[in-house]
């Protein structure tokens, strides 16, 4: 059964903790041949797997990295440091691991058993400062349309490391500063503008027509289940830039303006146009 991800609907999008009921717990050893992790003051580091019916993390896909956070028994008495959610696209389970602290005469099958209840809590300033990055890469997808450019989005990296996105298409030599002057400027603009972030699941003809009404961007069928029978879309509007999209964002544009989010340059290269952005740098 599919692991139902608390982020997608628009007031989930903003909700850090859930209650859920476990699925499947599994202890992972690296080597079988070897003790589980131990140290000298009587204490065992696991590292488990955990399946959940219901989650609040976002599981890392679609350019975002993966949440982090803590699942912790209703008992209080285990609790998993989770560092990596991932999601199977076939079945739609998420996976949740992590490591969790405990006694060495601790049985380790007694964690987390089947049908239990945890509650699912994510880190609130990675959570903020990844929705921010999401958004302000969606932002970029606006500013470029305020200047009009309608190139189809191929990339988001929405990494700190150096978030982009990337466009199908090109933009001529002798025009590349006067247009990344002209992009800076519009991303500014909508930043100030303080335009709220909008979330809804669409049947697939209505966001067909909500997201390709100015350009044919986007096919509908890479963002719903060939097994669904009525697949719905998830559309996020973002600077009025409406787009099929499964991440975390921020409430509205003007959230980017307290770390200094902005276009970074501009590189054109075998008919792809990569904008870079990110917050602006400590000094």
């Known amino acids: 059964m599919a692991t139902e991800l608390i982020h997608?609907?628009?007031d989930g999008n903003f909700q850090l903790e859930t209650d859920a009921k476990v699925i499947l717990c599994k202890v992972i050893?690296?080597?079988?041949?070897?003790?589980l992790s131990s140290d000298v003051d009587d204490t065992k580091h696991l590292r488990v797997e955990l399946q959940l019916d219901r989650t609040s993390m976002h599981p890392q896909g679609g350019g975002q990295p993966t949440d982090i956070g803590m699942i912790t028994s209703d008992t209080e008495t285990y609790t998993a440091n989770?560092?990596?959610?991932?999601?199977?696209r076939a079945c739609g389970i998420v996976t949740h691991s992590g490591s969790v602290t405990l006694n060495n005469n601790a049985a380790t099958d007694e964690i987390f058993p089947s049908n239990s209840s945890v509650k699912v809590t994510v880190d609130s300033a990675n959570r903020q400062l990844l929705s921010?990055?999401?958004?302000?890469?969606?932002?970029v997808d606006a500013a470029?349309?305020?200047?009009?450019?309608?190139?189809p989005p191929t990339k988001g990296y929405h990494f700190m490391d150096g978030p982009y996105v990337e466009y199908k298409g090109s933009i001529?030599?002798?025009?590349?500063?006067?247009?990344l002057s002209r992009l800076k400027e519009a991303y500014q603009q909508l930043i100030n503008e303080d335009?709220?972030?909008?979330?809804?699941?669409?049947?697939?003809?209505?966001?067909e027509e909500l997201c390709n009404r100015l350009a044919q961007n986007f096919n509908m069928k890479d963002f719903t289940s060939p097994s669904d029978d009525n697949p719905s879309v998830r559309v996020v509007t973002v600077a009025g830039w409406n787009c099929p999209c499964g991440g975390t964002h921020v409430k509205s544009t003007g959230v980017l303006k307290e770390r200094g989010w902005g276009v970074k340059g501009l590189r054109c290269k075998k008919g792809v146009v990569r904008v870079r952005y990110g917050p602006k740098e400590e000094e």
Not at 132 to 139: F, L, P, Y
Not at 144 to 151: P, Q, S, Y
Not at 172 to 179: A, G, L, S
């Open 8 to 10: 997608l609907s628009y």
């Open 172 to 179: 001529d030599t002798k025009d590349r500063e006067e247009f």
């Open 82 to 88: 989770i560092d990596k959610v991932t999601i199977d």
């Open 29 to 35: 050893q690296s080597n079988q041949d070897e003790p």
């Open 144 to 151: 470029m349309a305020r200047c009009d450019k309608l190139l």
């Open 132 to 139: 921010e990055c999401h958004t302000a890469g969606h932002v």
């Open 195 to 207: 335009i709220q972030t909008q979330i809804q699941t669409l049947p697939v003809d209505e966001a």
